[in-house]
């Protein structure tokens, strides 16, 4: 079997209100990285773009699952879900077809009050089926973060959405990456940019690794599933 010219598709989910913004800026950073590799294709996507409804908890994602898997087996893995399983018809049906179409999803959230922002949690909400039906089972994940401070949420924030996308059945691969958007870290903007990651050494170290292990973790995968599958 020939993996020489094997690529993984890389999602980049920025999940801010801020378009252009260093959440932006270091996620495109970040797929360039991956894409230098030679080993992975990249498509950034912003929430913002989307309309994403709280979820209504009324588990018609579920029973759906449930029922795909009583008629299929429920030792089959994934379960075959082919249709779009949400009672609500909105910006979520194309992102959960993007997700499924990856080999690879990043996800980007600012540090909002030590955590992360509300769009970017009901994004995670509406994703229950995966929870369930274990189609993301064998994608790689990262979270990725900035703040205004280095120690203000960041950690907070990558821990809500690792164990998330955990959740959801990916295989998080990495600790992630944080980076500040202020001088050092401290809090105060730099008046000459809006873009002050630029200038966050430490941050664009801690991606750098993260964004490798993710490019060959994920492609250990997709090759060594091209092989079972044979
Ligand atoms: C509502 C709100 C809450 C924030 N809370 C925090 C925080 O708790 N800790 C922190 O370090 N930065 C905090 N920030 C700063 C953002 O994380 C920071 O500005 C980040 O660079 C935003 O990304 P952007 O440049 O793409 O807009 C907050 C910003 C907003 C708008």
Request: hydrophobic fraction near 45%.
């Amino acid at each position: 079997m020939d993996t020489k010219n094997l690529k993984i598709k890389i999602l980049g989910i920025a999940g801010t209100p801020i378009k252009n913004g260093n959440c932006q800026y270091q996620l495109q950073e970040a797929l360039k990285l991956a894409e230098s590799t030679g080993q992975a294709i990249t498509e950034l996507i912003h929430l913002g773009d989307y309309k994403i409804k709280f979820c209504i908890g009324c588990d018609k994602c579920l029973r759906k699952v449930h029922k795909i898997q009583a008629e299929a087996g429920f030792n089959v893995s994934p379960v075959p879900v082919k249709e779009y399983n949400c009672s609500i018809k909105d910006g979520m049906q194309e992102l959960h077809q993007k997700m499924l179409d990856a080999d690879a999803i990043i996800l980007m959230a600012p540090v909002y009050i030590a955590s992360i922002p509300g769009q970017v949690k009901t994004f995670i909400d509406r994703c229950r089926t995966f929870v369930h039906d274990f189609r993301l089972q064998d994608k790689v994940a990262m979270a990725m973060t900035i703040g205004f401070f280095r120690n203000a949420g960041q950690d907070t924030a990558l821990d809500l959405m690792r164990t998330s996308l955990s959740a959801l059945g990916l295989n998080v691969v990495s600790y992630g990456s944080a980076a500040v958007s202020t001088k050092e870290g401290l809090g105060i903007p730099i008046r000459e940019t809006r873009f002050a990651v630029k200038e966050d050494f430490a941050g664009a170290v801690m991606m750098d690794l993260a964004i490798k292990k993710l490019v060959r973790t994920g492609m250990h995968i997709k090759a060594g599933k091209m092989v079972l599958e044979k």
